[in-house]
Each structure stands twice: as C-alpha cells, then as structure tokens.
C-alpha cells in the first residue's frame, strides 16, 4: 500500500510558477507509474501528467504540454510536478496518483490505485 501526500499549492499571479511535491511512504515507491490529475468543482478529475517507474517516461495532457514537467527522486521517494506560465484556467486542486501499469487507462482517474488529499492551486488573473 502507498500513501501520498501533496504539497506546494498555493495563490500566484498568470504567468506566474509553482512546484508541486507529492511525498509517497513505503519502500516500493518505484515500482509504481506517478501521475497528477487536477479537478476543479463540478467536473470530473482530469488527467496532467504521467511518468514511468524509472522517470525516463512521460505523457501530457495536451492543454499543459511545454508548460508542465513531472518529474521523481525515487531516493526522495517523491514526485513533481513544475507548473510554469500559469494561467487562470489551471485554477484546480492537484491530485497525484499512483498505479503499476503504464498501459491503457493511463489517462483515467479510475485506473489508478492510490490517491493524496490534493493541493490547491489558485492563479488570478
């Protein structure tokens, strides 16, 4: 079983950056694909971002493409995810998730296993 904890939301300008952190406990942290999902109210979870167990691949949603990186310190046990040129459509609370597979379903919430509480992100305009 994982735990997951995010951290590094907060309020910021459009244009603006933020790095977001999801800390993971247990020893098999790199047995798993990462990824971020963001979801704002009354909409469902949307996926951002993914990357391999070794960190050498990632997938983006195509709205953050060239503006979001994810990235892991399998030593750290952590995950990122480097939010820059924000702009007020990424308003969301910030999920990171956690599944084996790197396969089909990579891109649906329900496929993945494990979930923090969320990190608020806010970017005025």
């Known amino acids: 079983q994982v735990q997951l904890v995010e951290s590094g939301g907060g309020l910021v300008q459009a244009g603006g950056s933020l790095r977001l952190s999801c800390a993971a406990s247990?020893?098999?942290?790199?047995?798993?694909?990462m990824g971020w999902f963001r979801q704002v109210p009354g909409k469902e979870r949307a996926f951002v971002a993914a990357?391999?167990?070794?960190?050498?691949?990632?997938f983006y949603a195509d709205s953050v493409k060239g503006r979001f990186t994810i990235s892991r310190d399998n030593a750290k046990n952590t995950v990122y995810l480097q939010v820059n040129s924000l702009k007020p459509e990424d308003t969301a609370v910030y999920y990171c998730?956690?599944?084996?597979?790197?396969?089909?379903?990579?891109?649906?919430?329900?496929?993945?296993?494990?979930w923090g509480q969320g990190t608020q992100v806010t970017v005025s305009s």
């Open positions: 990357i391999t167990w070794s960190g050498a691949g990632t």
């Open positions: 247990g020893r098999t942290f790199s047995s798993y694909v």
């Open positions: 998730a956690a599944r084996k597979s790197w396969v089909a379903g990579l891109l649906r919430s329900s496929e993945y296993d494990y």
